[in-house]
């Protein structure tokens, strides 16, 4: 997660901070759509099988 961009980080241990950056999320809608937007993307860009697999196979392949 880049926090603010694809996510928010908060202390699990931080009830204020978790409470305020949900009101934040629960009051914005374009900012809730935004991480959603951001974390979707990076989602597929990072976590694809098709990008696991590529490295599984460039890691066998270096091996041989």
């Given amino acids: 997660v ?3 961009i ?3 980080i908060v202390d699990g241990n931080d009830i204020p901070q ?3 950056r949900l009101a934040l999320l629960l009051d914005n809608e374009d ?3 935004a991480l959603g937007a951001a974390a979707k993307l990076r989602a597929e ?3 694809s099988w098709d990008r696991h ?3 599984i196979l460039d890691a066998l392949d ?3």
Avoid: W
């Fill in 18 to 20: 978790i409470a305020d």
């Fill in 2 to 4: 880049d926090d603010c």
């Fill in 62 to 64: 270096s091996e041989a």
């Fill in 6 to 8: 694809s996510g928010i």
């Fill in 45 to 47: 860009q990072f976590f």
């Fill in 53 to 55: 697999v590529g490295l």
């Fill in 31 to 33: 900012k809730r759509m």
